[in-house]
């Protein structure tokens, strides 16, 4: 077992591997995408109550999800990077942060869109919203924190060191903006509470879902290729595989 | 004997850096003006209004003691990284993560003691309700050790960086939202008559919470700075 992880972790057999990935995870996120997108916006029935504009909750829904999980995928390899030093876990770390900030800024924005004319306001001080803003900024600290740190593999460890502070972090931000806000606001904006969703409308969203999680599987793999071969590029092997690519 | 026990170390530390900080008197004001400045730009931009101000008052104390806190962070490791001192602190054979521990109560001791002195003055210049005042000073206290000690972290891991000025306050303005959110919390509560133990629990917690994890990640990344 401990063989295998070694194995696949070591970079140059994992950059092969992502690469012969690649081509799979993509046809399959493209796949599910279609089939999602077109359940979502054309087979799943209309919203008794929000009409159409309920159809944004495709998009909308899964990055939410999307965000929190890729942060918590971040703050896992970062403990593994920072305890047993495997090089590649501090690359998932690093490249997770990009595609994190895109999804957390994707259901921001997707949200305030379907805010204007559900609530009447792009954006309300909700918990959720406030919470979700924060992690965005948490993503942008790691991101600049990386930037900043010229010597990468001291920067990485840096970031997993704050991706670890801010995991212990989430939950106490995210309830004390829930307690903030139910205490000091009436219940005016609830939660995206469903009361037992149709079916038709639960397929698409889960299809969504799975779609999103292959597409950070696939861009993740795409960040790390370059990201190893950047940090490699001293080593034997990324220079045998130059040489080789030019003939 | 028992000359460099770890009790001897950190009290010999905190003495240090006391002293240090006090032969640096103008340096010692800087924050405290900061804080009585913003706090004191907040009525000119939003106008007089007397009741605006009022309810608005435990917020902006809460947020200039939070930029007031952020911005004196530098003052925690800076000065050490620079002249040496700190790679000796960190090469010591006691643990780090507790010799942290009184660089941190030094910076509170320095910057975050002073205004909290100053507070209720300014608290009664924004017409805060006299019976606020005290629990006003109660969540300061109970909340900027916590800011202290959150920064304490971010500092050591932008010590060695030339420029990490902007870089700390992105990485330090987010984990301060719990603690303006319940201090503000439960001056509001106990202005409309509620009661506010909850919130002061939570902030003693997170208190805790802050004094028995961040140093952990302090010193492992002050480590990782001095590498």
């Known amino acids: 077992m401990m063989k295998f992880i070694h194995k696949t972790a070591s970079p140059p057999y994992f950059y092969k591997l992502a690469g012969l990935w690649q081509p799979w995870l993509a046809g399959i996120t493209i796949l599910l995408l279609i089939a999602g997108l077109y359940g979502g916006l054309i087979y799943a029935p209309t919203d008794y109550q929000q009409g159409e504009s309920y159809r944004i909750i495709y998009i909308h829904v899964p990055a939410a999800w999307m965000s929190l999980f890729i942060y918590v995928v971040m703050a896992v390899t970062a403990a593994i990077g920072l305890i047993w030093r495997i090089k590649l876990a501090e690359s998932v770390t690093v490249c997770s942060a990009p595609i994190g900030a895109g999804f957390t800024l994707l259901a921001l924005v997707t949200g305030s869109l379907w805010g204007k004319p559900m609530w009447g306001a792009w954006w309300v001080w909700d918990a959720r919203l406030t919470a979700e803003l924060i992690l965005l900024f948490l993503y942008f600290g790691i991101m600049s924190l990386y930037a900043a740190i010229s010597d990468k593999r001291v920067a990485s460890r840096a970031v997993a060191i704050l991706a670890l502070v801010g995991v212990v972090n989430i939950p106490i931000i995210h309830y004390s903006v829930e307690w903030w806000n139910t205490l000091h606001q009436g219940p005016t904006v609830t939660k995206f509470d469903k009361p037992s969703i149709d079916f038709r409308m639960l397929i698409p969203l889960l299809i969504m879902a799975v779609a999103f999680k292959i597409y950070y599987v696939w861009s993740l793999f795409m960040r790390l290729r370059v990201e190893l071969l950047d940090r490699e590029r001293n080593t034997q092997w990324v220079k045998s595989l130059l040489m080789d690519n030019k003939d | ?227």
């Open chain 2, 1 to 227: 004997m028992n000359q460099s026990s770890l009790t001897n170390v950190f009290f010999a530390l905190l003495k240090r850096d006391l002293l240090l900080a006090f032969r640096h008197r103008a340096e010692l004001f800087n924050p405290l003006m900061f804080f009585v400045l913003v706090v004191t730009l907040f009525p000119l931009g939003t106008g007089a209004d007397s009741k605006l101000l009022q309810t608005m008052a435990p917020g902006i104390i809460w947020v200039a003691a939070l930029l007031a806190a952020m911005l004196s962070l530098d003052a925690i490791f800076r000065s050490d990284f620079e002249d040496g001192s700190l790679e000796l602190l960190v090469l010591n054979p006691h643990p780090t993560s507790i010799l942290v521990l009184a660089k941190v109560l030094t910076h509170w001791l320095v910057t975050g003691l002073p205004l909290i002195i100053v507070a209720p003055l300014l608290a009664v210049f924004l017409g805060l309700d006299s019976s606020l005042i005290g629990l006003l000073v109660l969540t300061l206290l109970l909340g900027t050790p916590v800011l202290s000690l959150i920064g304490a972290v971010a500092i050591a891991l932008t010590v060695g960086l030339k420029r990490g000025g902007i870089l700390l306050s992105l990485l330090v303005l987010p984990f301060y939202v719990p603690v303006l959110i319940f201090a503000t919390n439960a001056i509001e509560m106990a202005a409309s008559g509620l009661p506010v133990v909850a919130q002061l629990w939570i902030l003693a917690s997170l208190l805790i919470l802050a004094i028995t994890l961040t140093p952990w990640p302090t010193a492992a990344a002050l480590k990782l700075s001095l590498s």
